[in-house]
């Protein structure tokens, strides 16, 4: 089976996590795809494929007999998708790009001038949606790839490859990829997430992240005797707001460049919350950060009343550099596997995070490689069917390595 065919039966599984169901996996159809791809697994020889209670699926691409002296190398994507749009009843299509607009199937239009990257696919097969849905190349498209490469490996006994350990995880879209991994059991302790964007992107540098609620407790009274009395919670958390630096938010940075995003804000006179993540590549630049939320309820409190503004702040994870650095070869072998293929190699920085950031904490060192898709969590989610067999071989000229 090509990897192109794979991946279109995955996607047609609705995987949508969700924050806020409490169970493990988030959603019940990602152990449903879970147990499919088990299933897939043997058929296709790998060894000990199993679904786990928390719905993570592990197994093992055997070594060849002379390199079983060899250390294992891990392969890992994951199997749910964003729950920014919907990822229900995909309607994925394969059409060759003539340049220009890229009209979609609902009407949707696809222009290279708000997405500049298709400039680079005229000519190729695009895999797109019908314009109502995201596709779910992140991360199905890494899922397809991992086992193709596998595949390709049991079909060509003559290649020689060390042992490969699999994983594909639920929830990483939520940030709870990493939360029930069997490190102990994995079995390899240097890894790759296959979940990164266009072809040849390799990521070993992600931001620093939190995630921040803030509560306003207001006083509400009748307006009509309100005057000196009414403390109104909307209002007083708009004066937060206000007092974040207008030009530090993901609309107005880049690269290295850190920032404050409002996720959500509700609420009445009486109570109002504030949901929002903060993020930076530099460990000290994120402490400034989360410092800097704690003085500016600390004054509001002194301006309104102790109390008034209670937030809470929780560290998701931390950049993998300071991990990776110990074993910069990951990289390096990346790199060479690319161009091995072809593929020109690009080492940039994360604008968020993978389950290898909180794996590179957990003891598997684990740094990102590209699946070849771009616009991911949007109806205009697309991956170039070129890239997608470039990956294949990406993967094995890795697995192959010595």
């Not at 924050?19 to 879970?34: A, H, I, K, M, Y």
């Given at each position: 089976?090509?990897?192109?065919?794979?991946?279109?039966?995955?996607?047609?599984?609705?995987?949508?996590?969700s924050?806020?169901?409490?169970?493990?996996?988030?959603?019940?159809?990602?152990?449903?795809?879970?147990e499919?791809?088990?299933?897939?697994?043997?058929?296709?020889?790998?060894?000990?494929?199993?679904?786990d209670?928390?719905?993570?699926?592990?197994?093992?691409?055997?070594?060849?007999?002379?390199?079983a002296?060899?250390?294992?190398?891990?392969?890992?994507?994951?199997?749910?998708?964003?729950?920014?749009?919907?990822?229900?009843?995909?309607?994925?299509?394969?059409?060759?790009?003539?340049?220009?607009?890229?009209?979609?199937?609902?009407?949707?239009?696809?222009?290279?001038?708000?997405?500049?990257?298709?400039?680079?696919?005229?000519?190729?097969?695009?895999?797109?949606?019908?314009?109502?849905?995201?596709?779910?190349?992140?991360?199905?498209?890494g899922?397809?790839?991992?086992?193709?490469?596998?595949?390709?490996?049991?079909?060509?006994?003559?290649?020689?490859?060390?042992?490969?350990?699999?994983?594909?995880?639920?929830?990483?879209?939520?940030?709870?990829?990493?939360?029930?991994?069997?490190?102990?059991?994995f079995?390899?302790r240097?890894?790759?997430?296959?979940?990164?964007?266009?072809?040849?992107?390799i990521?070993?540098?992600?931001?620093?992240?939190a995630?921040?609620?803030?509560?306003?407790?207001?006083?509400?009274?009748h307006?009509?005797?309100?005057?000196?009395?009414?403390?109104?919670?909307?209002?007083?958390?708009?004066?937060?707001?206000?007092?974040?630096?207008?030009?530090?938010?993901?609309?107005?940075?880049?690269?290295?460049?850190?920032?404050?995003?409002?996720?959500?804000?509700?609420?009445?006179?009486?109570?109002?919350?504030?949901?929002?993540?903060?993020?930076?590549?530099?460990?000290?630049?994120?402490?400034?950060?989360?410092?800097?939320?704690?003085?500016?309820?600390?004054?509001?409190?002194?301006?309104?009343?102790e109390?008034?503004?209670?937030?809470?702040?929780?560290?998701?994870?931390?950049?993998?550099k300071?991990?990776?650095?110990?074993?910069?070869?990951?990289?390096?072998?990346?790199?060479?596997a690319?161009?091995?293929?072809?593929?020109?190699?690009?080492?940039?920085?994360?604008?968020?995070?993978?389950?290898?950031?909180?794996?590179?904490?957990?003891?598997?060192?684990?740094?990102?490689?590209?699946?070849?898709?771009?616009?991911?969590?949007?109806?205009?989610?697309?991956?170039?069917?070129?890239?997608?067999?470039?990956?294949?071989?990406?993967?094995?000229?890795?697995?192959?390595?010595?």
């Open positions: 089976m090509s990897v192109i065919d794979r991946f279109l039966k995955y996607v047609a599984f609705d995987t949508t996590s924050e806020t169901s409490g169970t493990v996996p988030s959603t019940p159809n990602q152990r449903v795809l879970g499919f791809l088990v299933r897939e697994l043997e058929s296709l020889g790998l060894t000990n494929a199993r679904i209670e928390f719905g993570y699926v592990y197994a093992t691409l055997p070594a060849t007999p002379d390199c002296h060899l250390e294992p190398l891990g392969l890992i994507a994951h199997m749910d998708t964003s729950c920014a749009v919907s990822g229900a009843d995909i309607k994925a299509r394969i059409v060759t790009y003539a340049g220009g607009d890229l009209v979609l199937e609902s009407g949707g239009v696809m222009s290279p001038v708000v997405y500049p990257s298709l400039g680079r696919y005229v000519g190729e097969e695009l895999i797109v949606t019908d314009g109502t849905t995201l596709l779910g190349a992140d991360d199905k498209a899922i397809a790839e991992i086992i193709s490469a596998c595949e390709y490996l049991i079909a060509h006994p003559e290649i020689s490859h060390r042992a490969v350990q699999i994983a594909f995880t639920p929830d990483e879209e939520i940030g709870c990829g990493a939360d029930h991994f069997d490190v102990d059991g079995g390899a240097e890894a790759y997430t296959v979940d990164g964007g266009e072809i040849g992107e990521e070993y540098e992600n931001f620093n992240a995630g921040a609620k803030l509560t306003v407790h207001g006083l509400n009274v307006p009509g005797s309100a005057k000196g009395i009414m403390k109104n919670a909307v209002l007083m958390a708009n004066q937060f707001l206000s007092m974040l630096p207008p030009a530090e938010t993901p609309a107005h940075t880049e690269g290295y460049e850190g920032f404050y995003h409002v996720c959500d804000f509700a609420g009445d006179e009486t109570t109002a919350t504030v949901s929002l993540i903060v993020r930076d590549h530099d460990r000290a630049k994120f402490e400034a950060r989360k410092a800097f939320l704690a003085r500016l309820c600390d004054y509001l409190n002194a301006v309104w009343g109390g008034r503004f209670v937030l809470e702040m929780r560290d998701s994870y931390y950049n993998m300071e991990k990776i650095a110990e074993k910069m070869s990951l990289i390096t072998n990346a790199e060479a690319m161009r091995a293929a072809g593929v020109e190699p690009i080492t940039m920085p994360i604008r968020g995070g993978t389950d290898g950031a909180r794996l590179s904490y957990m003891g598997i060192l684990c740094p990102n490689l590209s699946t070849g898709g771009a616009n991911f969590h949007g109806v205009h989610e697309y991956i170039p069917v070129k890239s997608m067999h470039k990956m294949v071989e990406v993967l094995v000229n890795l697995i192959a390595q010595p």
